[in-house]
């Protein structure tokens, strides 16, 4: 339902905005108790995790790779 109510959404928002309009969007999709905050925590990888990320994924997509 999260990602239903983010595609709903789509790109047009952003930031403070987002945090208003997902929860919006959830309930109007029927789950009006979902609490959102928890998916705009956590902590930003860096610059140095997502390259290190990108590249397993593109390893685990070589061809031989399991």
Avoid: W
Wanted: hydrophobic share 35%.
């Amino acid at each position: 339902m999260v990602f239903e109510a983010l595609r709903r959404v789509g790109g047009k928002v952003r930031g403070d905005e987002l945090r208003r309009e997902l929860p919006a969007q959830v309930t109007r999709l029927g789950f009006p108790d979902v609490e959102c905050d928890a998916y705009f925590e956590g902590n930003t990888p860096g610059t140095e995790e997502i390259q290190a990320l990108i590249a397993e994924l593109l390893r685990s997509h070589e061809p031989g790779a399991k």
